[in-house]
């Protein structure tokens, strides 16, 4: 089995910062991309930023300069450093990852379960 387990949401006034955390674990062989993905109430989820295993980046044109996505592979943690966040940041954050589990080497992409980031204005 693969979890990936998502920490670091809360409740912050706008113009503050969060770290979200993103940790997988199990039956993993290898991790090629990992990031987040959003989903506001009445709204599509979209992409906010993503990580390949040799650390090329892609961000939301909405999230540029202010949120930095880093890696450590070794323990198959990814993270999302939030700053300057603004009410429209409000959202359940979601972690994904495009992985090889180690049982089937079938390729797939995983989700963690989501957590809650409230930006006040």
């Known amino acids: 089995q693969v979890q990936l387990v998502e920490s670091g949401g809360g409740l912050v006034q706008a113009g503050g910062s969060l770290r979200l955390s993103c940790a997988a674990s199990?039956?993993?062989?290898?991790?090629?991309?990992m990031g987040w993905y959003r989903q506001a109430p009445g709204k599509q989820r979209e992409l906010v930023a993503g990580?390949?295993?040799?650390?090329?980046?892609k961000y939301a044109d909405s999230v540029k300069g202010r949120f930095t996505i880093s890696r450590e592979n070794a323990v198959n943690i990814v993270y999302l450093q939030m700053n300057s966040l603004k009410p429209e940041d409000t959202a359940v954050y979601y972690c994904?990852?495009?992985?090889?589990?180690?049982?089937?080497?079938?390729?797939?992409?995983?989700w963690g379960q989501g957590t809650q980031v409230t930006v006040s204005s």
């Open positions: 994904y990852a495009d992985l090889i589990r180690s049982s089937s080497l079938d390729r797939g992409d995983y």
């Open positions: 990580i390949t295993r040799d650390d090329s980046t």
């Open positions: 199990g039956s993993i062989f290898d991790i090629d991309t």
